[in-house]
């Protein structure tokens, strides 16, 4: 079982910077892939961005050049680095980890809301 907890969420105005963190338990943390997620309310939950085990990364068109996503392997924990934010990026951000065998794990979740 991996425990999956993400923090670093809270409220910015338009235009501020967020930094959300997501530490696993594990020691295989190298060996995952990984992914940030959101969801507002009344939608589904969407990917936001994702990294593989061996760096490789992807991101939703909706924030490419304003997030980054990165991952210390000796921290066991994935970083999403969130620039320029705007209201719509008002969500529930979850971490989501699979392991080598296809196993999903989520986070509790972590609210981040972009209001003036």
């Known amino acids: 079982q991996v425990q999956v907890v993400e923090s670093g969420g809270g409220f910015v105005q338009p235009g501020g910077s967020l930094r959300l963190s ?3 338990s594990g020691s295989r943390f190298g060996m ?3 992914g940030w997620y959101r969801q507002s309310a009344g939608n589904q939950r969407d990917l936001v961005a994702g990294i593989t085990r061996g760096g490789s990364t992807n991101y939703a068109d909706s924030v490419k050049g304003r997030f980054t996503i990165s ?10 680095q969130m620039n320029n934010l705007k209201s719509e990026d008002t969500a529930v ?3 989501k980890i699979q392991n080598t065998l296809r196993v999903v794990y989520w986070g509790q979740g972590t609210q981040v809301t972009v209001s003036s």
């Open 32 to 34: 995952y892939d990984m």
């Open 71 to 80: 991952r210390d392997n000796t921290k066991n924990t994935v970083y999403l």
């Open 93 to 95: 951000y979850y971490c």
């Open 22 to 24: 997501c530490a696993a």
